[in-house]
């Protein structure tokens, strides 16, 4: 499946999906351009990631918590979240959802801002 262009040179790939594979699980990987602040976001599902390079933080409505490579992050269903990269080089990472395709997600107008910005 080809990218999803992302602001700031990154992007977003979903792939595998229910469609795809018969799977009721979506797999998808990501690249995080240095210093990139997404948008926050909430999915009607949980997520599951992996960092597979860099370093970053995952900013939430109550706090943020750091990772880095080899760092495993859960972010509970309808739960605000922005990822940070916060170093030098891409952020890569590798997502999950247990819906069969990227799931429906609500994004926050920018005039509402990211904790910790």
């Not at 009721?24 to 990987?29: H, I, S």
């Not at 995952?58 to 605000?80: C, E, F, I, K, T």
Request: hydrophobic fraction near 40%.
């Amino acid at each position: 499946m080809p990218p999803i262009e992302l602001p700031g040179g990154s992007w977003s790939r979903v792939l595998l999906t229910g469609e795809r594979v018969g799977s009721g699980t979506a797999l998808g990987f990501s690249s995080f351009a240095a210093h990139t602040v997404t948008p926050m976001l909430s999915h009607e599902t949980e997520e599951l990631a992996y960092v597979v390079s860099g370093e970053g933080e995952l900013r939430m409505d109550d706090g943020a918590v750091s990772y880095a490579a080899g760092s495993a992050l859960y972010v509970p269903a309808r739960v605000w979240h922005a990822v940070v990269n916060t170093g030098d080089e891409p952020l890569t990472m590798v997502f999950a959802f247990p819906h069969p395709d990227y799931p429906a997600t609500q994004r926050r107008e920018a005039d509402q801002g990211v904790p910790g910005e």
